[in-house]
C-alpha cells in the first residue's frame, strides 16, 4: 500500500485498495505512519513504517523483517528473543519496564542499561525516526574470536 | 560477512543443491534447519527423529503450565512446511540408519539429539522405591512415551528435589499446583489422575551451595512463591548478610537473591498474608547440604528419609565448592526427585564423544576429526540453557555449514542423493518413517480429544497407538 507501507498478500489492485479502506485511515495516514529502523546483528539497516500502537515485535513480524529468531515466544514475555537496544535519549522516554519484563530481559544476551524487550514497547508517533540496534548474540563473538586467532 | 553468501551461489556456475541431514528434532534440530534454509536458497534439509512425534523438549521437558514457551512449535511448524524441509519421524539413527550411511547420503550430518539421559547421584540407596530422577518425573507428566509407566510414588507427605534449577523448580510446582490450574493444561491424564491422589505436602528443593548459587531464575522463583495453595518455608537465617554482599553483583544475580531475601525475611503484605495462613500445601530452599545415602525403610525396598552431608563454602560466585564440614543431618521423605542434570549418550560408536563432558567434542559446531559432522544443542554444549542459548548456538552451528559449503570444505561437486538413499534403506529394513503431516493428524487427533476435557490436547503416550492412527 503506498500509504502505509502495509504489504498484504493478494496481489489485485481492488483488494490492495480495499485492504487500504478498512484498515488504515486513508485521510489521516500520516499520522499513523512512524518510521523505525532496525540495524540488524550484521550491520544491514532495515528500515520499517509502523502504525501507532504497534509494539516492535509485531512491527517486525507484520513487515517480514530479516531478523532470525526474533520473537520466539510470540510477545508472551516467556524468552528474551525479542531484545533490543535503544538510544539513551530514547530509552528514557519509553513507558516503565514492569518486574515481569524486568525478569525475562535479565536472560538476554548482551544485556546493555538500554535494553528492552521488543515485544513490551509500543511505537508512538514522537518515535518517528527510532533506530534500534539487533544485539549481537553470545556465539556471534566467539566467532569473532575464533576467525581472529586462526588468522594470526 | 553474512551477506557474501548470497552473492557467491550467484557467482557459482553450477549452483547445486546441498543435501543436509539433521538428527533430532527438537529446538536444536529445527533452529539449525530454519537457519540453513533461511541463508541458503538451495539447500535441502532432511530432520530426523527416533519418535513418531516432533518437538523434542518443547512437548516433553516443558511444563504443562508454560504453554507461552511452546509457542516455538509455530516457527518449527513454518519451517517444516517448507518445500526444501522434510521431516522423518519414527527413524532411530544409530539403528535403523547407521550415521556413516547418513554422511554417504548427504553432504553435511547435523547431530541434535540433545541429552535423553540424566546424572545420576552415586549415593546408596539411589535404587530404592520413591527415588527418580526429575527427568523421567517430567517425562512421566509430558507424556514421553518411554516414562509412561513411571507409577510415582506419591503417597508420602514430604517429597525431596536434589538440585535448585528450573527442572527442580517445574517438578515441585507441578507436585503442588491446585489441580484447578493442571486440568486445564496439557499434563497426561493418567499423570493427573495420579496427582489428584497424591499425599504430597511439603517439597524441598535441596542444594549442595548456597543462595547465590542457584540455578533457578527469577520468573520461575516468582511464579513458585505465588503459588496458589501454598506458602514459601524460606530460613531467614541462610539469607543474613547477603543484602550488603550482592550489593554490585550484575542485575540478574541481584534480582533473584533481593527476591529470595524479600521472600525470607520481610513481613508479607496483607494479601499474601492471607494467602500463606490458608494454605495446604509448602515448599522450601534447603541449602548447603549434599546428598550422602537414602535411607531404606524397614522393608528394604522403599525410601524413607535422606541423609545429607552439611557444607561449607569456599570461594564465591559461580565457581565457589561445596566443603563437607563433617555434620550431618537427616530428612525425612518418602519421594525423592534428583534433579542434578540431563545427560548425552554417544549415538553411534563412529562419533567421537566425550564421556567426561558428555558432549561431541567439537569447535564452532565442526565436530573433531569428521569432516561433514557437525553438532548443535545440548549435544554440542552440555544440557543447560533455554531456548534462546539453544537458538544461538544452533545459528552458529549452522553458520559453520554454510561456510564449508561456501569455501568448499563440503564439496557440492559430489552429489549426494539425501533421502532417496536413506528411504530405500529403510524399506529394507521394514522402518516405515512418520511425515510431517502424518504428525499433524496426530496432532489433530490429540487436540480433538483435549477439547473433550478442556485442555489444549490429550496427548498420546503410546507410539503403536500413534503409529495406528496413521495406519502404519
Request: net charge neutral; proline share 5%.
Amino acid at each position: 500500500c503506498p500509504y502505509t507501507g502495509c504489504r498484504c498478500s493478494t496481489g489485485t489492485l481492488v483488494a490492495v485498495a480495499q485492504l487500504a479502506l478498512t484498515s488504515c485511515n486513508l485521510f489521516d495516514s500520516s499520522a499513523d505512519r512512524v518510521t523505525v529502523h532496525f540495524i540488524n546483528r550484521d550491520g544491514e539497516r532495515l528500515t520499517a513504517t509502523a502504525k501507532e500502537g504497534e509494539s516492535l515485535l509485531e512491527v517486525v513480524v507484520n513487515q517480514n523483517l530479516s531478523i532470525d529468531g526474533f520473537g520466539a515466544c510470540e510477545g508472551t514475555l516467556a524468552c528474551s528473543t525479542c531484545h533490543l537496544i535503544f538510544e539513551e535519549d530514547v530509552f528514557q522516554k519509553l513507558d516503565a519496564i514492569t518486574d515481569e519484563e524486568l525478569d525475562m530481559l535479565d536472560l538476554a544476551y548482551g544485556l546493555t542499561d538500554t535494553s528492552r524487550l521488543g515485544c513490551q514497547v509500543c511505537v508512538k508517533k514522537a518515535m518517528d525516526g527510532l533506530t534500534v540496534q539487533v544485539p549481537a548474540e553470545v556465539a556471534d563473538m566467539r566467532r569473532e574470536l575464533e576467525v581472529g586467532k586462526q588468522s594470526k | 560477512m553474512f551477506s557474501s553468501f548470497r552473492f557467491n551461489w550467484l557467482l557459482s556456475t553450477a549452483a547445486l543443491a546441498p543435501q543436509i541431514c539433521v538428527v533430532g528434532s527438537g529446538p536444536a534440530g529445527f533452529y539449525t534447519a530454519q537457519h540453513l534454509l533461511k541463508h541458503h536458497r538451495l539447500a535441502r534439509v532432511d530432520i530426523y527423529e527416533k519418535l513418531p512425534v516432533p518437538f523434542g523438549l518443547v512437548r516433553f521437558g516443558v511444563a504443562p503450565d508454560h504453554p507461552e514457551v511452546k509457542n516455538v512449535i509455530n516457527t518449527f511448524t513454518q519451517t517444516a512446511h517448507s518445500d526444501r524441509c522434510a521431516y522423518y519421524g519414527n527413524v532411530t539413527i544409530g539403528k535403523d540408519v547407521m550415521v556413516k550411511e547418513l554422511q554417504r547420503a548427504y553432504h553435511a550430518v547435523v547431530l541434535s539429539y540433545g541429552a535423553e539421559d540424566n546424572r545420576i547421584l552415586g549415593i546408596p540407596g539411589e535404587n530404592l522405591s520413591g527415588v527418580y530422577s526429575a527427568r523421567a518425573f517430567v517425562g512421566w507428566y509430558n507424556g514421553l512415551p518411554e516414562n509412561r509407566d513411571l507409577k510415582p510414588d506419591l503417597s508420602s507427605e514430604t517429597a525431596v528435589v536434589l538440585g535448585q534449577g528450573n527442572v527442580a523448580l517445574d517438578v515441585a510446582r507441578v507436585l503442588l499446583s491446585p489441580l484447578d490450574i493442571l486440568r486445564k493444561t496439557d499434563i497426561t491424564e493418567g499423570s493427573l489422575a495420579a496427582i489428584a491422589c497424591s499425599k504430597v505436602k511439603r517439597v524441598w528443593l535441596v542444594g549442595r551451595r548456597g543462595p547465590l548459587q542457584v540455578a533457578f531464575t527469577i520468573k520461575e522463583l516468582r511464579e513458585m512463591i505465588n503459588l496458589p495453595g501454598t506458602r514459601p518455608l524460606l530460613d531467614p537465617a541462610d539469607f543474613t548478610g547477603l543484602g550488603d554482599v550482592i550489593k554490585d553483583i550484575p542485575r540478574p544475580r541481584k534480582r533473584l537473591t533481593e527476591l529470595m531475601i524479600k521472600s525470607a525475611r520481610e513481613k508479607p503484605g496483607e494479601k499474601e498474608a492471607a494467602l500463606w495462613a490458608s494454605a495446604t500445601k509448602e515448599w522450601g530452599l534447603k541449602f548447603q547440604r549434599s546428598p550422602l545415602e537414602v535411607l531404606p525403610a524397614t522393608d528394604g525396598k522403599q525410601a524413607r528419609g535422606i541423609r545429607m552431608a552439611v557444607t561449607r563454602l569456599e570461594g564465591s560466585g559461580e565457581s565457589a565448592r561445596a566443603v563437607p564440614t563433617g555434620e550431618v543431618e537427616e530428612l525425612e521423605c518418602g519421594l525423592i526427585l534428583s534433579s542434578i542434570g540431563y545427560r548425552s549418550l554417544p549415538l553411534d560408536s563412529s562419533i567421537p564423544f566425550d564421556p567426561k563432558l558428555g558432549i561431541i567434542p567439537n569447535s564452532l559446531g565442526r565436530v573433531q576429526g569428521a569432516p561433514g559432522l557437525y553438532c548443535s544443542g545440548w549435544v554440542k554444549r552440555g544440557p543447560t540453557g533455554v531456548i534462546i542459548t539453544t537458538m544461538n548456538d544452533s545459528f552458529d552451528t549452522a553458520q559453520s555449514v554454510l561456510e564449508d559449503l561456501q569455501t568448499g570444505v563440503l564439496n557440492l561437486s559430489n552429489s549426494k542423493e539425501g533421502f532417496k538413499s536413506v528411504r530405500s534403506i529403510l524399506h529394507s529394513r521394514g522402518v516405515h518413517p512418520v511425515t510431517f503431516s502424518d504428525w499433524e493428524k496426530i496432532d489433530a487427533a490429540e487436540v480433538a480429544r483435549g477439547k473433550l476435557a478442556g485442555k489444549p490436547r490429550e496427548k498420546i503416550v503410546d507410539p503403536q497407538e500413534m503409529l495406528q492412527l496413521i495406519s502404519h
